[in-house]
């Protein structure tokens, strides 16, 4: 267990929607990095917040977008959800952008 | 774009045999980091290598780096059914303030009991 928890467990959701995932970053961490894995493949980096500031995005459309909050947690929203969205969500929290601890992921499925 | 590419795709071993799992990278990087998961769910970190260092131990893992050749190693001795994963290596181009990972497709191990 890494303290580092995520919500929902398993989402569904149609075409068009839009979706908020949710991450409560271990004791401690300011950094919060966020992760796309569709299935076979590794994890991919979407974007990283430190100190409430986005600090680096990977090669994702800006209908991904996110936030961190005062206590670092944070979100993922997605807006106009597409079929190539189902994967699961993995997020991960680190001191000052070191070493990443994950949470359980959420899997997202679109229909 | 994934950077790492492990090798073997997959891996089936016999409980009590070692597994080795490697791992090339493209481009110069800070650190170099091996993760497991288990059953499509949270990634557990098991092992960081820094650019200036060429092995690291820890418990049954050994893992290896050299940076001319750009490939990682990753040795599990004594393997057990537990050790059923996939298992990724993910570098870090960066490290400190921008830090991000870059992660392989994974290998799926099996240990056979």
């Known amino acids: 267990e890494t303290g580092v928890t995520q919500s929902p467990t398993h989402l569904i959701k149609t075409r068009g929607q839009q979706v908020t995932l949710r991450c409560s970053s271990q004791s401690g961490h300011n950094t919060v990095s966020w992760y796309q894995q569709a299935l076979g493949q590794g994890p991919q980096f979407i974007f990283q917040y430190y100190r409430e500031e986005e600090n680096g995005r990977g090669n994702f459309p800006p209908r991904f977008s996110g936030l961190q909050f005062p206590n670092y947690s944070s979100e993922l929203n997605v807006n106009a959800l597409e079929l190539d969205d189902s994967a699961l969500y993995l997020c991960?929290?680190?001191?000052?952008?070191?070493?990443?601890?994950f949470g359980p992921g959420t899997r997202l499925t679109v229909l | 774009s994934q950077q790492g590419e492990e090798d073997p795709q997959a891996l089936s071993i016999q409980e009590g045999e070692n597994a080795t799992m490697n791992c090339s990278y493209k481009t110069s990087i800070n650190n170099l980091q091996w993760y497991r998961q288990n059953s499509g769910r949270g990634l557990v970190h098991l092992i960081l290598i820094r650019s200036n260092e060429r092995e690291k131990h820890s418990g049954r893992l050994r893992v290896t780096l050299d940076t001319s050749k750009k490939s990682s190693s990753l040795l599990i001795t004594a393997s057990r059914a537990a050790d059923t994963a996939s298992y990724f290596c993910?570098?870090?181009?960066?490290?400190?303030?921008?830090?991000?990972?870059?992660f392989g497709k994974g290998i799926t191990l099996s240990v056979r009991p």
């Open positions: 991960a929290s680190s001191w000052n952008k070191n070493e990443q601890f």
């Open positions: 993910a570098t870090d181009s960066w490290g400190g303030a921008n830090s991000k990972l870059t």
